[in-house]
């Protein structure tokens, strides 16, 4: 009777502490993917040549993201450390800054890339304060080029802010999926659904 009771109890404490691990495991795997979408909001909620530099600091502040202050840039970045780490997906990386010049957001940059040598999906995302976006005068430009290659998307400041936040949906959960992602489709699916619209 005895060596079944603590048999019981030796099954109990190893579900236990399976569970915590799961718990801790999933907590820091699923936190840069909670940094990442407050960041987007907020890039989204930020107007190049009109956002000041204090301001952005206040929003970051509400949003609840934390920034690196660099000599002139907002550094938002976050990555899939804890996955990497077990060798559970490849690096995973979302870029992401806010420039500033003369005590104002003068650019952002939203960049996502998976694989140490960013081999299998990369999606760069400027937002210029004019409409040379590198596609000739037009306020959105978007060029994927293959679905493993790189996906380009530009726009200007006067894009309103829902087709704003639509055009910085970045597909966060890569940096909390076990594999990553494996392409600039699975990353930024936004993007190619959008050329297909238009």
Known sequence: MRRSSTKTRIVILACAAGALA???????????????????????????GQTGVEEFRRMA???????????????????????RYLHLAPPTVILMNARFAHGVISGITVQGWVGSSREFAKVEIEEFDSHNTGCGDVPVCIKPTTSTMLTTVFFVPSVPPDQRARLLGLNTWCLAKVGGCRNS??????????????
């Open 61 to 83: 502040s509400s949003h609840g993201v934390r920034v690196r202050e660099t000599s002139d840039t907002f550094d938002l970045s976050e990555q899939n450390s804890v996955l």
């Open 22 to 48: 799961l718990t801790a495991f999933s907590v820091l795997a699923l936190r840069p993917v909670v940094r990442a979408r407050r960041a987007i909001r907020l890039l989204a909620a930020t107007q190049v």
């Open 185 to 198: 489709r699975e990353m930024f699916p936004t993007a190619w659904e959008y050329r297909a619209a238009q």
